[in-house]
């Protein structure tokens, strides 16, 4: 079992950056792919970014096209902690952002769809607004 907690949210204006942090539970955590989600009001929920353990220490980042350029992913497996580093916010950024694991199949292959997922954090607010 893996617990998340996301912390990092709040309001920001147009252009302006935060960086989530996505604090988890268990002894395997660098055995397990990463995951960043949104949610906005009357929309699905979104992949947003991924790290995928490809063996060893290896992880590759892979991005929402509407992500690509301003966002980062990145963990630190002995704080066992991803975060999401967000530049350049936009408006339509706005969302409850989510973090999510999986154990890992070994395979490298990105997970971008959230039923990839099995366990998930509570979420945090996003505001992008001037």
């Known amino acids: 079992q893996v617990q998340l907690v996301e912390s990092g949210g709040g309001l920001v204006q147009p252009g302006g950056s935060l960086r989530l942090s996505c604090a988890a539970s268990?002894?395997?955590?660098?055995?397990?792919?990463m995951g960043w989600f949104r949610q906005s009001p009357g929309k699905v929920r979104e992949f947003v970014a991924a790290a995928t353990w490809r063996g060893g220490n290896t992880y590759s980042g892979d991005y929402a096209d509407s992500v690509k350029g301003r966002f980062t992913i990145s963990r630190d497996n002995v704080k066992r902690t991803v975060y999401l580093q967000m530049t350049s916010l936009k408006p339509e950024d706005t969302a409850v952002y989510s973090c999510?694991?999986?154990?890992?199949?070994?395979?490298?292959?990105?997970?971008?769809?959230?039923?990839?997922?099995?366990?998930w954090g509570q979420g945090t607010q996003v505001t992008v607004s001037s």
């Open positions: 268990g002894r395997t955590f660098s055995s397990y792919d």
């Open positions: 999510a694991a999986r154990r890992s199949d070994g395979s490298g292959t990105p997970h971008l769809h959230f039923s990839d997922y099995a366990y």
